[in-house]
């Protein structure tokens, strides 16, 4: 397949270039070449006299005459100087490399079109380095939007600098036979009104207009987070066949004390409607995996409580595990005051948790007398063992890596059900992609 033909052999690159695109660049192939993309453009449809230039430009583009070459410096200082002019003023070009190249490929009194960075230095203005194009007509002039390429400093060395890349990856398109091969499917480019691939990559090199380009950017976004997405919802459903979970049968005495005597309000249904979600995940026989997104006071602490008392009342452990001490002793007071009337045993493990203490909150859940554990990262530690670890609160889980989540389910042969809360808003849309491996609750109502 021709993506997949060496770099080496598209017309400009050779055995040597392809060494460093494939050293800097991890370009290897000439569909790797595609792919590797610009990171902004420049409006080159504006041409620019020397006496408009000002220290606010960032590129000018001007149609004129070298005038006459000079040589300044010896050695390492050496630096060749093009005395340019457009008939409005004077700029010099000036090279500090490949001055021998640009001696013999630009020649005096010849009309030429210049782009680049203007400089002021000694009261002069000067471009370091610009790009040159001869300019016999009207149709040598550059328009539109020019792609400009990321380069190391061991590329432009080897005179592969931005416009290098562009004129390789064009030698490239040239090398293809008919059209790129479509990538997505012909009813999710027709239903999502997406530009062809083949366009897409065409139009995100060499844009014909604006508009152009924004739609082919639109395409490889949507591509690339379609199948980011579509991963992760085969990754889901892949562990909701293979991960059975702990099954909570009943709610029993712990959940009905605490909702007859120390429930500190009455539940909004926004709590309600997400404790049956969670109840029907827990009794599903499958691991839970569940994102409760609320604002702060919303109750998400309150149905965390509730659900590891369910926990308990089908033999189980549970712990909290919140991204800092302070969260974490905070989560600890508001446990230890909800449940201060009850048999419930909560213990505070971090950091600065003391080695005696530490010992015999390791032994307690060991032996199951500790029933909720709250802490930070010192809960994944591989120290900390329980005796049947049945449900799991993370708070905040962009603080926490998806490895930290996952060793959590490895302290026991069986994964426990894992609650993330996030006061975080977060549309629907953008939690799908966000925490796609999660099914998603919301509590919309406060207390």
């Not at 792919?35 to 583009?61: A, T």
């Not at 974490?328 to 419930?344: I, K, N, P, W, Y």
């Not at 005696?356 to 809960?379: M, N, V």
Request: proline share 4%.
């Amino acid at each position: 397949m021709i993506l997949q033909t060496d770099i080496k052999f598209v017309p400009g690159v050779g055995p040597k270039r392809a060494g460093i695109l494939n050293k800097e660049l991890d370009v290897f192939t000439l569909g790797d070449l595609l792919r590797y993309y610009p990171y902004r453009y420049i409006d080159r449809s504006r041409m620019y006299y020397v006496h408009e230039i000002d220290g606010s430009m960032p590129y000018i583009q001007l149609k004129g005459k070298i005038t006459a070459f000079e040589m300044f410096g010896e050695g390492r200082k050496k630096r060749l100087v093009a005395h340019f002019t457009d008939g409005t003023g004077f700029i010099d070009l000036v090279w500090f490399q490949g001055i021998r190249f640009v001696e013999n490929k630009y020649k005096a009194n010849q009309e030429y079109i210049v782009f680049g960075k203007p400089t002021l230095f000694n009261n002069r203005w000067n471009i370091a380095h610009p790009d040159i194009d001869p300019y016999l007509s009207e149709a040598d002039r550059p328009d539109g939007l020019m792609a400009m390429y990321n380069t190391t400093e061991k590329m432009k060395n080897h005179y592969l600098n931005s416009k290098a890349v562009q004129k390789i990856i064009e030698n490239a398109f040239g090398m293809i036979n008919g059209r790129l091969p479509e990538s997505l499917s012909a009813d999710v480019v027709k239903t999502a009104h997406l530009m062809s691939f083949h366009d897409a990559v065409e139009n995100i090199h060499f844009p014909r207009n604006p508009v152009l380009l924004r739609d082919a950017e639109f395409r490889l976004k949507f591509e690339e987070l379609f199948f980011i997405q579509l991963n992760i919802v085969r990754y889901a459903a892949d562990r909701k066949d293979k991960l059975n979970g702990f099954v909570f049968k009943r709610v029993g005495k712990y959940l009905n004390l605490f909702y007859e005597k120390h429930l500190p309000f009455e539940l909004t249904n926004a709590q309600k409607r997400v404790i049956k979600e969670i109840r029907k995940d827990t009794a599903s026989g499958k691991q839970m995996n569940r994102l409760l997104q609320g604002d702060v006071g919303s109750g998400k602490t309150l149905v965390a409580v509730m659900c590891m008392l369910i926990a308990m009342d089908n033999g189980f452990q549970s712990c909290l595990m919140a991204p800092t001490e302070i969260l974490a002793s905070q989560h600890f007071e508001t446990f230890r005051g909800l449940l201060s009337d009850m048999d419930v045993n909560v213990a505070l493990l971090t950091g600065s948790t003391r080695k005696k203490e530490r010992a015999d909150i390791h032994a307690g859940l060991l032996s199951g007398d500790i029933h909720i554990l709250i802490g930070t990262h010192a809960l994944i530690e591989d120290v900390v063992q329980f005796n049947n670890l049945g449900f799991v609160v993370i708070d905040e889980q962009h603080r926490f890596g998806v490895a930290q989540r996952a060793k959590l389910w490895s302290k026991n042969e069986h994964p426990p059900h894992v609650l993330v809360m996030t006061a975080t808003p977060i549309p629907r849309t953008l939690a799908m992609t966000v925490y796609g491996d999660l099914d998603v609750s919301v509590i919309d109502e406060l207390p």
